[in-house]
Nanobody
């Protein structure tokens, strides 16, 4: 099993920045890829960004492209989400996810088998 723990959420003004971290523990040698999703009340969980655990493959939701950057530190078993130019519409609980197998589902939460508890990001106008 893999355990995930997010950190770095908080309250920020519009236009500001935050960096989220997600530390993995347990069977980290089995990690194939990691991703960030977010959820706002009354809505389904929404894909934000994806990174393979090896190589340079990354994907982003159109809504965050050019503002958010996903990166990883394999030695620390940690993935990051640098969020710049934040908007009130980015307010959500952000979840880290990982999978230990190949899946063609990058943008859907069914493509991941382990999830963190989430961290709240609030952007004030």
């Amino acid at each position: 099993q893999v355990q995930l723990e997010e950190s770095g959420g908080g309250l920020v003004q519009a236009g500001g920045s935050l960096r989220l971290s997600c530390a993995a523990s347990g069977r980290t040698d089995s990690i194939h890829a990691m991703a960030w999703f977010r959820r706002t009340p009354g809505k389904d969980r929404e894909f934000v960004a994806f990174i393979k655990w090896s190589g340079e493959m990354t994907y982003y939701a159109d809504s965050v492209k050019g503002r958010f950057t996903i990166s990883r530190d394999n030695a620390k078993n940690t993935v990051y989400l640098q969020m710049n130019s934040l908007r009130p519409g980015d307010t959500a609980v952000y979840y880290c996810a990982t999978r230990t197998y190949y899946s063609r589902h990058i943008y859907e939460d069914v493509g991941y088998n382990y999830w963190g508890q989430g961290t709240q990001v609030t952007v004030s106008s």
